[in-house]
C-alpha cells in the first residue's frame, strides 16, 4: 500500500499569516497532488506534478504556490492566508496515467484553520 | 471546461436496501471514470474504475458502469450494511492527462 505523510495534521494561523504545508510519498510515484476539500464543493485540485521541478495549475489556484524539490516531496505555500483557504488540505500521488497506474493514493489530510 | 457533478449530496438508507448512487460528467475527451470513498477522519481511497464505456466495473459487492450516451456514471450496491456508511466520490480523468476531477460527493448514512 502506498504511503503518502502529510505534516502538520493540524495548523491555526492568522489572516496574513505564511503556512507551509508538507507531502511525502515514499513509492516512486511520479504524480502528486494538493485537493482542498470544502462541504458542498468536494474535492478540488490546486496544484499538481509529474515530477521534481515540475508544476502544473489545477481548477482553484488562486492565493497558492506549489513547489515539487524531490520525486518524494511536495509543498503547498499559502503566503498571505485568508479566512477563505480554512480548509482540509489532502495530498495524494500516483504512479502514473496507465491502467494499473492512475489510482490516486490520499495522505489522512492537513486541518488549516485561518482566524 | 470537464466538470463531474454529483445532485446528491446525502443518501439515507436502511440496513439491506438498495444503493444507486449517479454522477453525470462533461468532457470533450475519452475519459476514465471512478467511484473513490472517504471514510470518517480518513483520505479518500479508490473504490473502482471504468476506462471504457457500458463496461462495468465491480468491488467489494458495489458495481458501476457509465454510459457515453448519457454522458452518466452510477454506482449501485444491492444490500448495503452499516460498514458502507461513508462518502462516495465520483472523479474523472481525460486520457493520458494526469488531472483528476472530482465530484461533489455523496454522503450515504446507513440506519441499522
Known amino acids: 500500500e502506498a504511503a503518502v505523510t502529510q505534516s502538520p495534521r493540524n495548523k491555526v494561523t492568522v489572516t496574513g499569516g505564511n503556512v507551509t504545508l508538507s507531502c511525502r510519498q515514499t513509492?516512486?510515484?511520479?504524480?502528486m497532488y494538493w485537493y482542498r476539500q470544502d462541504t458542498g464543493h468536494g474535492l478540488r485540485l490546486i496544484h499538481y506534478?509529474?515530477?521534481?521541478?515540475?508544476?502544473q495549475i489545477g481548477d482553484v489556484p488562486d492565493g497558492y504556490k506549489a513547489t515539487r524539490t524531490t520525486q518524494e516531496d511536495f509543498f503547498l505555500l499559502l503566503e498571505l492566508a485568508s479566512p477563505s483557504q480554512t480548509s482540509l488540505y489532502f495530498c495524494?500521488?500516483?504512479?502514473?496515467?496507465?491502467?494499473?497506474?492512475?489510482?490516486?493514493?490520499f495522505g489522512a489530510g492537513t486541518r488549516l484553520s485561518v482566524l | 471546461g470537464d466538470s463531474v457533478i454529483q445532485m446528491q449530496g446525502q443518501v439515507t438508507l436502511s440496513e439491506n436496501d438498495f444503493l444507486f448512487i449517479n454522477c453525470t460528467y462533461s468532457?470533450?475527451?475519452?475519459?476514465?471514470l471512478f467511484w473513490y470513498v472517504q471514510y470518517s477522519g480518513e483520505g479518500p481511497q479508490l473504490l473502482l474504475q471504468v476506462t471504457t464505456a457500458n463496461n462495468k466495473g465491480s468491488s467489494r459487492g458495489f458495481e458501476a458502469t457509465y454510459d457515453k450516451g448519457t454522458t452518466s456514471f452510477h454506482l449501485q450496491k444491492t444490500s448495503v450494511q452499516e460498514i458502507d456508511s461513508a462518502v462516495y466520490y465520483c472523479?474523472?480523468?481525460?486520457?493520458?492527462?494526469?488531472?483528476?476531477?472530482f465530484g461533489q460527493g455523496t454522503k450515504l448514512s446507513i440506519k441499522p
Open positions: 495524494a500521488s500516483s504512479a502514473g496515467l496507465g491502467l494499473s497506474q492512475n489510482t490516486l493514493y
Open positions: 472523479a474523472m480523468r481525460d486520457y493520458n492527462q494526469g488531472k483528476l476531477i
Open positions: 513509492n516512486s510515484h511520479n504524480y
Open positions: 506534478s509529474y515530477g521534481a521541478g515540475n508544476l
Open positions: 468532457t470533450t475527451g475519452y475519459p476514465t
